[in-house]
């Protein structure tokens, strides 16, 4: 998931999100813009007012996308804004409208007990994917978040709290 000119796009943001509609805004200082993402939009503007890049309907952009393919900077903004919103609001997004959740057997890791949850999620939330499965300690954090990459084919994706979300090699 390499793109030209986005390896170091994410280093040094700032982020607002809003908890109760999926929106965020990302601005770089140093890279001189700002973005606007929801589900259905993706926007980068500099932050002088001189450019604009904007994409409507992102999600379709990734038709026939596998791992190999090049992601331009729009690519990159959409998938990174949407995997954080997420990664941020989770707990509580669980509880949101429109969220299906099923408590499923107890996971046994590194000698911990977790408590895992298969969430289905909204049409109207843009996530990596519909149905992912969330792992939180006795203590209620998130242990692991296990899902599929649908913008990338279906690609195996998670986290287990050392994974970086928005990075390329």
């Known amino acids: ?18 908890l109760r509609t999926q ?8 890279g001189g813009w700002q973005s606007q993402f929801m589900p259905d939009r993706v926007r980068i503007e500099s932050l002088k007012g001189d450019w604009t890049e ?53 996971w046994e890791e590194s000698g911990e007990v977790w408590q895992r949850l298969k969430v289905t999620f909204p049409d109207s939330i843009a996530s990596h994917s519909r149905e992912q499965v969330s792992y939180f300690g006795e203590d209620g954090l998130l242990r692991r978040h296990d899902y599929t990459v649908d913008v990338l084919g279906g690609a195996p994706g998670g986290s287990n709290g050392q994974t970086r979300t928005c990075a390329w090699n």
């Open 23 to 30: 929106r965020l805004v990302m601005t770089s200082h140093s």
């Open 54 to 106: 904007e994409r409507q309907a992102p999600r379709t952009s990734y038709a026939d996308h596998t791992q190999q393919t090049q992601w331009d900077r729009l690519h990159a903004l959409y998938f990174c804004s949407y995997a954080l919103w997420s990664y941020l609001t989770i707990p509580f997004l669980y509880t949101y409208p429109g969220f299906h959740t099923e408590v499923l057997p107890e």
């Open 1 to 18: 998931m390499a793109s030209e000119g986005a390896a170091d796009m994410f280093r040094g943001i700032e982020l607002e999100a809003d």
